[in-house]
Nanobody, 116 residues
Framework: QVQVVESGGGLVQPGGSLRLSCAAS????????MGWYRQPPGNQREMVVH???????IYADFVKGRFTISRDNAKNTVYLHMNSLTPEDTAVYYC??????????WGQGTQVTISS
């Protein structure tokens, strides 16, 4: 059974930090192709950061310098380190993982709320 599970969301004050985790299991995933996406309230899902199958890392402009993606392939886990959070970062954050033939698997999402 394929599982992609995000964790680490919560309520944080503006200027704070969070680290999201995404653990995947059940099949052989691409060692590179993965990403984080988010869906703010009332808006469509948008890319936050994506790692291509070739290993290139692409950050959305609105998170450059504040968010960093990292991964532990031995644990099949990818992380999103978020700093200098603002209320505009409030969203449900989703992890996306690809298998070796290009199929995408989504997690259920984790809520991140930035509020004082």
């Amino acid at each position: 059974q394929v599982q992609v599970v995000e964790s680490g969301g919560g309520l944080v004050q503006p200027g704070g930090s969070l680290r999201l985790s995404c653990a995947a299991s059940g099949i052989i995933f691409s060692p590179n192709a993965m990403g984080w996406y988010r869906q703010p309230p009332g808006n469509q899902r948008e890319m936050v950061v994506h790692i291509t199958s070739g290993g290139r890392i692409i950050y959305a402009d609105f998170v450059k310098g504040r968010f960093t993606i990292s991964r532990d392939n031995a644990k099949n886990t990818v992380y999103l380190h978020m700093n200098s959070l603002t209320p505009e970062d409030t969203a449900v954050y989703y992890c996306a993982r690809w298998d070796t033939v290009g199929n995408i698997y989504w997690g259920q999402g984790t809520q991140v709320t930035i509020s004082s």
